[in-house]
């Protein structure tokens, strides 16, 4: 029971992260790394800084390499 409950968190994770990436243009990377700083990089150069507390955990370190305090 919690394996399958499990499994549906997961894909309802998958589905919001897609329509939140389409709903600002910019596919949303999962995780760390290079290709989710690009895309917090974009999130800020084509929506302003405030966007990017919609999409990112602010208290994460890419987000100080982003928009430095």
């Known amino acids: 029971m919690v394996a399958a409950a499990s ?3 997961r ?3 998958l589905d ?3 329509a939140l990436g389409t709903g600002f243009a910019i596919p949303l990377p999962k995780g ?3 290709r ?3 895309a917090a990089r974009a999130i800020v150069a084509r929506h302003a800084p405030e966007a990017l507390g919609k999409v990112a ?5 890419i ?3 982003v928009i430095p305090a």
């Not at 955990?57 to 370190?61: A, C, D, R, Y």
């Open 16 to 18: 919001r992260l897609a």
């Open 36 to 38: 989710v700083l690009a």
């Open 63 to 65: 987000t100080h390499r």
């Open 7 to 9: 499994i549906v968190a």
């Open 57 to 61: 955990k602010l208290h994460f370190s």
């Open 11 to 13: 894909a309802e994770f």
């Open 32 to 34: 760390a790394g290079a």
